[in-house]
């Protein structure tokens, strides 16, 4: 019986904390066209631009090397099966369909998770912990609005500008390995990219990275809002936005390539 | 006797089974300055965040300028927030502001001031706390005084009815606590605000207080002048005031606890 009850506990946690995350979600949709120039709130729009600047401008560095390894990775692993049968050139498919539709925005949500979901959740735990939440709310300041609409707006525009440049710097990675092993010039390399992609892959992956991005902002928010006690808790809540911000991408990655693979856009 | 403009009725609040305040009742009347004392645990925290409203009881009401803050409209619940200003024991400024900014957050964000009334308005606040030209430092650039009347400021910033202290003396030195002691009384003068102070800090309570009240394990054991609080025969007050430590090894909880450590069962002789 006792197992019974654990189960139907950890459950029912479950669907509350599911319940809790879409609510955070619709207050933090209603309060968006607040943070944005001449019909927003005063000033608003300058935090989103900042946290623009932390999520998107401060991440490139990271995700453009990350893009260039994971492209050479794949190129060469690609290679050394396709070399067999005569069929390197198809290793440019493959890098490029491979970074449109899966790589980029996965790559570029994982990266994001770590760096900036953990600092969401970082930066409201610690205000929860020195009582800036609550004095937010004693001021009759909505936490959603002041605190996770800025980073949701900065998110839902730089994820998908992030996905965008590690698509580029993938593709850039499997143009240099087609360099080095068939001394494959820029120009055909990149016309062979053009020939293989189409734009409803570009498209597929950026709906991922919209989707990724809610997902990371809400997680790691809510990990924030959720912290109780000292600064332990703080270490708690990091640790779990990311753990369970990258969960949810995967899942997110699967359900949406599954719409994609069943609906017939991925073919 | 006027109406109260903070009234608490039978809260009662309890956490996981343990029951942290018990049908408390407390009046607090226009342009007083109340003082809510009580030892650690005793529930005034507790009590502190249900009468601002920032968390809901098991039962019983808070009514603030005649509204009930647990059963009013959102809009309603804005309006009572903006006439309550808040100073917090750590201060609770925000550290991504300066000082300056964190007076002017709410003007910014709740009124259509122009900016330049703002800037004006942000210095007056300032001035009065006495941070007329700490304006320009960031939070971690002051000291526990200063932050807490760069709170005291924040709090004041939209001129509200009812300015509520958590420990204002915690964690300062006597000198510092006394002068914030008289801004409490000065912003009272001034400013005819009513003031609940939650501390347990005795000699800061006498000095500014008007009336006192007093949490006793979760429940309101006295509300009075401070005259007669202090002459009170109350067994519970008179340890409170004279500093009469508990007998912690010689309860009978703790003397059951070691027997049971030790392996001894049945009644102690």
């Known amino acids: 019986m006792n197992a019974f009850e654990d189960l139907g506990s950890v459950v029912i946690q479950q669907f509350a904390y599911v319940g809790g995350l879409t609510d955070q979600f619709w207050s933090g949709m209603r309060a968006l066209p607040r943070m944005l120039p001449i019909m927003g ?39 050394a099966e396709l070399r067999r049968f005569g069929a390197l050139r198809y290793v440019i498919d493959l890098v490029a369909i491979g970074f449109t539709r899966e790589l980029g925005p996965l790559l570029t949500a994982i990266v994001v998770s770590g760096r900036s979901g ?76 053009f020939d293989s992609i189409v734009l409803r892959d570009v498209f597929s992956g950026l709906v991922k990275s919209v989707a990724f991005a809610t997902i990371i902002v809400q997680v790691g928010c809510m990990e924030g809002f959720k912290v109780r006690g000292g600064p332990e808790a703080v270490g708690r809540a990091t640790t779990s936005a990311v753990v369970k911000s990258t969960f949810l991408v995967i899942l997110a990655d699967l359900f949406f390539t599954a719409i994609f693979y069943l609906t017939g856009w991925s073919s | 006797m006027t109406e109260p403009i903070i009234s608490v009725r039978d809260l009662s609040v ?40 920032l968390e809901r009881p098991d039962s019983g009401s808070v009514l603030v300028r005649g509204v009930d803050i647990n059963r009013c409209s959102a809009k309603d619940l804005r309006n009572i927030r903006r006439s ?29 001031l122009a900016e330049p009334v703002i800037e004006i308005m942000i210095y007056m606040k300032l001035a009065v706390v006495g941070l007329g030209a700490a304006g320009k430092l960031q939070p971690y650039e002051l000291s526990g005084g200063m932050k807490k009347r760069a709170a005291v400021a924040r709090a004041i910033a939209l001129d509200p009815q009812i300015l509520v202290f958590d420990e204002p003396s915690a964690g300062l030195d006597p000198i510092v606590s006394a002068e914030l002691d008289d801004l409490i009384l000065f912003l009272k003068r001034a400013f005819q605000m009513t003031i609940l102070v939650v501390t347990h800090e005795i000699p800061s309570a006498f000095r500014i207080a008007d009336r006192v009240a007093m949490l006793y394990k979760g429940s309101l054991i006295a509300a009075d002048n401070k005259e007669a609080f202090k002459g009170s025969t109350d067994p519970r007050i008179r340890q409170f005031l004279d500093r009469i430590p508990d007998p912690i090894t010689e309860s009978a909880a703790v003397q059951d606890h070691l027997r049971e450590l030790a392996g001894l069962t049945g009644v102690a002789p």
């Open chain 1, 118 to 193: 953990s600092a969401f959740s970082a930066e409201i735990g610690t205000m929860n912990v020195t009582n800036e939440i609550d004095a937010l709310q004693t001021m009759a300041l909505d936490p959603i609005e002041f605190v996770l609409a800025p980073k949701f707006l900065a998110a839902l525009i730089m994820v998908p500008c992030l996905t965008i440049m590690c698509n580029v710097f993938g593709i850039a990675a499997g143009a240099g390995f087609m360099y080095l092993s068939t001394k494959m010039t820029i120009g055909v390399y990149a016309r062979y990219v």
């Open chain 1, 41 to 79: 709130k005063r000033g608003r729009w300058q935090g989103a631009l900042r946290q623009m600047a932390a999520i998107g401008v401060a991440a490139l560095p990271m995700i453009g090397i990350m893009a260039l390894c994971a492209g050479f990775i794949l190129a060469l692993q690609g290679a």
């Open chain 2, 14 to 53: 309890s956490y996981e089974g343990h029951q942290v305040l018990n049908r408390v009742n407390l009046d607090i009347q226009p342009n007083e300055v109340m003082v809510l004392l009580g030892g650690s645990g005793s529930g005034k925290s507790t009590m502190l965040r249900h009468i601002i409203g």
């Open chain 2, 84 to 112: 309550v200003g808040v100073a917090f024991q750590d201060a609770a400024l925000f550290n991504s502001l300066s000082t300056e900014e964190n007076v002017g957050l709410p003007m910014r964000e709740l009124t259509t």
